[in-house]
């Protein structure tokens, strides 16, 4: 299952300031265009379910996550319960660097389709990329390159 990472650093940036952004899925439609809506349900704590619509090559990817908040720790958890996707799972963080912070975000995802995964897994990296990129942009009211993008292999290893 391919796995992404993406990590920026954010000069001049506030740790729990950053961090209840992203915490803030509800809003995501509103600075990310390819999030078509994002409707939050089943709030228990720090605990959602949340059901996404995004936009993805001409037609809509559609899946209802379990998110998970650690708000001590400025880390979140997210698992696909049922989708378009085979599986879908990632997390959040934020780390504070003092100035500034590392916003941390990583994926695995399976598209289901093992015979055509070598086409179509590259396709749906980079509009996941694209997508994580242009909220991450927004939490750090910065431009694209005042961070630092670090891409992540299969394995998880930085390339």
């Given at each position: ?34 999030i ?7 709030r ?91 909220l ?24």
């Amino acid at each position: 299952m391919p796995v992404m990472i993406i990590e920026r650093e954010i000069e001049h940036a506030h740790a729990h300031e950053v961090y209840e952004r992203i915490a803030d899925v509800e809003s995501y439609p509103t600075v990310a265009a390819s999030i078509l809506q994002v409707q939050v349900t089943d709030r228990d704590g720090d605990r959602c379910t949340s059901h996404w619509d995004v936009a993805f090559r001409g037609g809509i990817l559609r899946w209802v996550e379990s998110d998970e908040f650690d708000r001590v720790n400025l880390r979140s958890t997210f698992e696909q319960v049922d989708g378009d996707l085979a599986a879908f799972r990632g997390s959040w963080s934020v780390q504070d660097l003092e100035p500034g912070v590392r916003i941390t975000f990583t994926a695995e995802f399976d598209l289901g389709m093992p015979s055509l995964a070598a086409m179509l897994d590259p396709v749906a990296e980079r509009a996941l990329r694209a997508n994580i990129t242009e909220l991450i942009d927004a939490f750090s009211s910065e431009q694209p390159s005042a961070g630092r993008l670090v891409a992540a292999d299969s394995t998880g290893k930085g390339q």
